[in-house]
């Protein structure tokens, strides 16, 4: 790639710390922002630098708000019975969608001893105090992706659970509506079957 001037050099650098941007892609967007007005460039760094001064961590769940507590752990219209636990803060979007009225625990990613992360290095032990300091807890729904690290998370804390007689549960796993069969792998059609149920 050839030289730019250093202020374009290091925006391209910056950008791609960012999940999924490449050199050329950084380079189009540092493009683009040199076109838009001045304001726009001062308005993204103004937002930039709340979130990284007003953004902190739920002491409860973990999530990401700008107080102490996130709006889902204060609202007391939740039931305080079930907790789902989730990799990522952006889980909790999708897991809201579905119609989720209980309240989470945010790991912070899933086992993965490969790339260093261990069950010291997630929310594990935080859950674990919660679920001490909640005694109305009677479920952990644990959901994570259906890989190899989510597997493993889950195993291991289901495991946890079980010896506090606490019950856990994973999400369900078969087609999705409007899909395929032929399309549908092995393992998927095979979850499906071995969790049918009677019509």
Same mark, same amino acid.
């Given at each position: ?32 922002l040199?076109?838009?007005p001045?304001g ?7 937002a930039?630098?709340e ?13 990401? &708000? ?29 897991i ?17 001893p ?7 290095t ?9 679920? &001490?300091d ?14 190899i ?16 007689h ?5 999400l369900?796993?078969g ?11 092995e393992?998927t ?6 969790r049918?149920?009677?019509v």
């Amino acid at each position: 790639m050839r030289e730019y001037p250093k202020p374009i050099q290091n925006l391209v650098n910056l950008f791609t710390y960012l999940p999924g941007v490449g050199p050329k892609t950084a380079l189009r967007y540092v493009f683009y922002l040199l076109k838009q007005p001045k304001g726009t460039i001062e308005s993204m760094a103004r937002a930039l630098t709340e979130l990284q001064l007003a953004v902190t961590s739920c002491t409860v769940c973990k999530t990401y &708000t700008t107080q102490d507590m996130c709006e889902i752990c204060r609202d007391s219209k939740r039931d305080r019975t079930v907790i789902c636990a989730v990799a990522h803060p952006r889980d909790i979007g999708t897991i809201e969608s579905a119609g989720f009225r209980g309240r989470y625990h945010v790991l912070g990613g899933t086992l993965s001893p490969i790339e260093g992360i261990t069950p010291d290095t997630l929310e594990i032990n935080s859950l674990l105090k919660r679920l &001490t300091d909640e005694p109305a807890v009677s479920e952990v729904v644990l959901a994570f992706n259906p890989d190899i690290e989510g597997e493993a998370t889950i195993m291991y804390i289901s495991k946890l659970l079980k010896e506090r007689h606490l019950k856990a549960s994973r999400l369900a796993r078969g087609l999705p509506a409007g899909s395929d069969l032929e399309f549908a792998d092995e393992v998927t059609l095979g979850d499906a079957l071995n969790r049918r149920w009677e019509v």
